[in-house]
């Protein structure tokens, strides 16, 4: 069964350090999301992406974070300047569409920020 | 702001009963909501949806309703068993039609042989 794939399942960095975690969506989808989940805190929305470029941020999102996707598998997460608290579960998820439907979880990755 | 709130309180009932989650959202009106199971360190999987529309859905042992006047969503599962032990989580889209999901906090199961 197709599944989205995420390297490395955990990292961590030195605050200040630049960080890029890496994702796989599944192959025919075609809308890409990160989300992030703090300790013992709920999933949240970070960024949407479609047809090459940013369809919805969050207010999370800021010009600490970008996204890319190099090339036609992967999907990256880039934090330029790592911060205490940017320390967190990020997972990536992608979808065939972007209305209505259900979205597939990679396994996330672990970013603790010391 | 939209807003969708589960009972942060775990939920421990006894292998063979039925584990009720309640989802309940304020400030507007969802089209759609999603139910996923998330253990613990992994990321959310999806069980269901349910549209406005629809009273009931339903998946195995799996059973989910959607009331729009009480904007509430009951989450079912029958025969509960240990392994049915995870944190559920309640989704609805974010406005702009983008995908983007909001979740609930989660309520954690605890199912007891």
């Known amino acids: 069964e197709p599944e989205v794939t995420q390297t490395p399942s955990h990292q961590v960095t030195q605050m200040g350090q630049e960080v890029i975690l890496r994702c796989v969506p599944i192959s025919n989808h075609l809308y890409f999301y990160w989300y992030r989940q703090i300790l013992g805190q709920k999933v949240e929305f970070l960024v949407s992406f479609y047809n090459n470029e940013i369809s919805e941020k969050s207010e999370i999102f800021d010009d600490q974070f970008s996204v890319e996707r190099p090339d036609g598998s992967n999907f990256t997460l880039k934090i330029r300047s790592t911060k205490l608290e940017d320390s967190a579960m990020y997972f990536c998820?992608?979808?065939?569409?972007?209305?209505?439907?259900?979205?597939?979880f990679g396994q996330g990755t672990r970013l603790t920020v010391v | 702001s939209q807003k969708i709130e589960q009972n942060s309180e775990a939920l421990n009932i006894q292998e063979g009963k039925t584990a009720t989650l309640t989802c309940n959202y304020t400030?507007?009106?969802?089209?759609?909501l999603q139910w996923y199971r998330q253990d613990p360190g992994r990321g959310p999987v999806f069980l269901l949806l349910i549209r406005e529309n629809e009273k009931e859905k339903r998946k195995e042992r799996l059973k989910v309703t959607f009331d729009t006047t009480l904007k509430q969503s009951l989450f079912h599962i029958t025969a509960s068993q240990p392994a049915d032990s995870a944190t559920y989580l309640c989704a609805t889209e974010g406005s702009g039609n983008t995908g983007k999901l909001i979740f609930g906090q989660g309520t954690t199961l605890q199912v007891k042989p």
């Open positions: 998820a992608s979808s065939p569409g972007g209305g209505v439907g259900e979205a597939f």
């Open positions: 400030n507007y009106s969802p089209a759609y």
